[in-house]
């Protein structure tokens, strides 16, 4: 059986107070629960505040980015190396703000992936499509093109340490959550897709979240779905109280 995996993508919101006393409220209230795993992702300036917040708890740790190399002349750039050292086990790689907002391009997430798993974190791969893409029937297209291209030249070894991420762009921060129906069918096809780059052994293994205008009154409908693994929570995630819901969601 695949854990369910909840995450909070805080993005660029909160203080270095707020988030140290978000990461609190949520590592007191999930306690030791070993059924779903929970992760929060802050800024990276406060990264190693919430490290030390999360110490000898059960939540989990990640940056939202990185940059592709192991060290370098790279001005205002993070490497995964730093955000393991910074107490990190996860990254975000691939988010809809970052390929659309700031162009970042199949190949170049595909280096990412590889120097972040070479750091020995894990990855969340985020995947999903615009609104023109699924009301052009291109949902399907789009998503293979993302997985085959973003996930090149990994081992299935490496591919034990990828979450894969399904984020419609269309449903991200606007309040309009893909259907249960939608939901299942991308992450069903996202499964079939991995079964054919890597065989169903990664397929059946791989956890597969769904992101997009997660809250507490439709987590449970989304993660009782067959497919769907968990979730990647936004908004939701910077209110402790909204994304334990969303925990307790997971716990069917
Ligand atoms: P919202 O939950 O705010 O829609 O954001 C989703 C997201 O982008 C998580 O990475």
Redo the contacts with the bound molecule.
Sequence with gaps: MRPKFV???W?MYTSLASAKGLAANVAHAFGEDKRVMVAV?PPFPWLTAVAEVLKGTSVLLGGQNCYPEREGAFTGEVSPAMLKDAGCQYV?IG???RRHGLNEGDEFLNRKAKVALAAGLKVIF?VGELLAEREASKTEAVLDTQLAAGLAGLTTDQMSKVVI?Y?PVW?????K?ATPDQAQAAHAHIRGKIRGLFGEFTADHVQIQY?????PDNAAGLMSLPDVDG???????LKADQFLAIVNAALG
Excluded at 211 to 215: P, Q, R
């Design positions: 995450a909070g993508n993005k992702c975000i988010h809809s703000e985020c991420a984020e449903a991200i921060g606007t309040g959550v992101g997009g205008s997660v809250k979730a990647l929570v936004g908004g939701a995630s």
